[in-house]
């Protein structure tokens, strides 16, 4: 009997104490790996040997170039690391700002058309012609408009036509297309990197500020805004903005350009050509935006202004309207030339033709 | 349908570049054109380790999406190709790429690039399957064939994999969990030396870097 009850209270105890040890236990065990870390500190001192291979693969740390057998550009180098910035900047900032820079600019020029209209020459035509360029002038002025043109319109292909020309020519079509464009801006850039310099000097001279009329003109935003029109010289202070945007951007242009071409001739590596082309098109971007007031101003916008650069002589009332101190030198005779010559107008498109009022040259 | 993906083994890869050389004949590439390559990081030092790398077939690859005349397209099988006949070489695509994958050769006037070439994870191009139009073109389509990128079946150290990226996963996951993937798994003390443990410092011969 007394067996029986010793046994019952054994059990009873083995019970309570296994359940105790499992509560115990389950509470614990999971606790030793921190215990042991805890107590061994060493062990998790010791760096991954894997972690530090794949930071020097991407390159974290310190630029990393390999070996290899392969020889060629860049082989050596297992991570391009700016590839995707770069791809990040021609994707999501170039192609939708510059888009959004160009558009918004001839929204601009459309609405001053819409609101101020064509600037008439007040007096009206005088039918005296005065001589403004000269055929070296005028015949640099169109390689260089011409280059540029093709140049940009080559450019801009590259960067949009996946969007805007292949769902209208197709992807044969498109490819042809674009393939004339790469050829043509990889050989017209040397026509332009030629013809940049000879520019630069050529127009130098008619180009450089001139603080008291220059500053005046510019805060008056030259009169396209409403009020009058501030005296200019030979060339206005806006066409003086030009110029050096054109030439200074065109000079980055060349230099940027000339690292992007012939890339079998001298093995550039990834980085010169990213770096070549970020500078590049943004620059492109920035001169084809004042292109556009320039190409504005000198064709619809003002009349009397285009025939200027094609025919080399403009109307004495044009001249008198928008360059005065220009015109001002002229009549005083500066060469021994005379403004108020006969007037030499009917058909006189041609310089050959006209009487020159300055002997210039 | 498979996601076809490489993956090297760089504890195994011993910069034999058989892979290199596997595909060059396989898929008859251009002079002066290495679609695969193998690049060795601190090449003579403690820790020297060796990665054979082509295209990788991305799933949102850059060259794709920077091409400006949109000749590359994804087959079902997840491999990056891309049109030769409207690809105009201009090169963008090797400036955006990670890996260094597109190749040109050289082509033209004044060193101008041809057509851009590239792994194809052994599938060929647009045209029909293993017609010789497509084999001029691009190489083998041993894909078409059923086969796997000659480059990793003829690896001898099986360190580069090509296959279907769940079972080049399964395969590599095995393989990391039996040696361990860091340095502290057991045993590192008995075969590297305990000393170098505790210190913790870079154990010869296996952490990278060197000094």
Redesign the interface.
């Given at each position: 009997m007394s067996n029986n009850k010793q046994s019952r209270i054994r059990h009873h105890r083995m019970v309570v104490f296994s359940l105790l040890s499992l509560v115990v236990l389950t509470l614990v065990l999971p606790l030793i790996p921190y215990a042991i870390a805890e107590l061994g500190e060493t062990a998790g001192n010791v760096a991954n040997p894997g972690t530090e291979y794949w930071r020097d693969v991407r390159q974290r740390d310190r630029i990393v170039t390999g070996t290899t057998q392969v020889r060629g550009v860049d082989t050596d180098v297992l991570i391009n690391v700016t590839g995707e910035e770069w791809r990040q900047f021609r994707m999501g900032q170039l192609a939708p700002y510059g888009a959004i820079v160009l558009g918004v600019m001839v929204g601009i020029l459309v609405v001053y058309y819409l609101v101020r209209g064509k600037i008439r020459i007040e007096a009206g035509r005088s039918g005296e012609r005065v001589r403004r360029y000269t055929s070296a002038e005028m015949t640099v002025h169109w390689i260089l408009a011409i280059t540029f043109v093709l140049l940009a319109l080559s450019g801009l292909i590259l960067i949009y036509g996946r969007w805007v020309l292949i769902p209208l020519l197709g992807d044969a079509g498109f490819s042809a297309t674009a393939t004339a464009s790469k050829v043509i801006h990889n050989y017209g850039g040397l026509l332009f990197a030629a013809i940049v310099p000879v520019a630069f000097f050529l127009y130098l001279k008619d180009s450089l500020f001139n603080l008291k009329v220059d500053a005046k003109w510019f805060l008056r935003a030259g009169g396209y805004l409403g009020g009058e029109e501030p005296s200019a010289e030979k060339v206005n202070a806006g066409q003086k903005a030009w110029y050096w945007v054109a030439m200074l951007g065109g000079f980055v242009l060349v230099a940027s350009g000339l690292v992007l071409d012939f890339p079998n001739i001298f093995q550039q590596g990834r980085e010169w050509l990213q770096g070549a082309h970020v500078i590049h098109t943004i620059v492109a971007i920035g001169v084809i935006v004042f292109f556009f007031v320039h190409l504005y101003l000198a064709t619809i916008g003002v009349e009397g202004a285009l025939e200027s650069i094609t025919s080399g002589h403009v109307d004495a009332n044009w001249a008198k309207q928008h360059h005065d101190l220009w015109y001002k030198e002229l009549q005083t005779g500066q060469g021994g030339g005379s403004a108020s010559e006969e007037p030499s107008m009917s058909g006189g498109s041609h310089a050959g033709g006209v009487a020159s009022p300055i002997a210039k040259d | 349908m498979a996601r076809m993906k490489f993956l090297c083994d760089?504890e195994r890869c011993i910069e034999c570049?058989a892979c290199?050389t596997a595909c060059k004949n396989e898929n008859e590439v251009p002079w002066?054109v290495?679609r695969r390559?193998?690049?060795?990081?601190?090449?003579g030092s403690p820790?020297e380790?060796s990665?054979s790398?082509a295209c990788m077939h991305c799933s949102d690859a850059?060259c794709a999406?920077?091409?400006?005349?949109?000749?590359f397209y994804y087959t079902d099988d997840g491999v990056v190709l891309h049109?030769k006949?409207?690809?105009?070489?201009?090169?963008?695509c090797?400036?955006?790429?990670?890996?260094?994958a597109p190749?040109?050769p050289?082509d033209g006037a004044?060193?101008?690039?041809g057509k851009m070439d590239k792994c194809t994870f052994c599938a060929g191009g647009p045209e029909e399957d293993n017609s010789p139009e497509e084999h001029a073109k691009y190489g083998s389509n041993r894909l078409a064939e059923g086969k796997l990128p000659l480059c990793a079946e003829m690896c001898a150290t099986k360190a580069l994999l090509a296959g279907d990226g769940d079972t080049v996963a399964d395969i590599y996951r095995e393989r990391v969990t039996w040696r361990g993937?860091?340095?502290?798994g057991w045993g590192w003390g008995v075969a590297y030396g305990k000393a170098g443990?505790?210190?913790?410092k870079?154990?010869e011969g296996?952490?990278?870097?060197g000094e």
């Open positions: - | 760089v570049n290199v002066g290495n390559r193998v690049v060795t990081i601190n090449d820790g380790r990665m790398v850059p999406a920077v091409c400006p005349v949109d000749c049109d006949d409207i690809c105009i070489g201009c090169g963008y090797f400036y955006a790429c990670p890996f260094g190749q040109f050289q004044f060193g101008s690039r993937s860091s340095g502290i443990l505790r210190e913790g870079a154990i296996k952490a990278t870097g």
